[in-house]
């Protein structure tokens, strides 16, 4: 499932180094910023999309 994750946001040719680079960085957010919400909704929207 992550791996179709990353196809979907175009991100399945970057190198792996960058990849996990981008997710340790991204977990040092606070988990109660309003970005968390911002990227569900449109990671929602994107997935709800893809289904019709």
Do not use: C, M, S, Y
């Not at 990353?6 to 399945?12: K, P, S, V």
């Not at 606070?30 to 994107?46: F, M, R, S, V």
């Amino acid at each position: 499932q992550l791996g179709a994750l990353f196809e979907i946001a175009n991100l399945d040719k970057r190198d792996p180094a960058e990849l996990l680079g981008v997710l340790l960085k991204t977990a040092e957010i606070d988990p109660n910023d309003a970005k968390w919400e911002i990227w569900k909704d449109l990671g929602q929207d994107t997935l709800n999309q893809r289904k019709n």
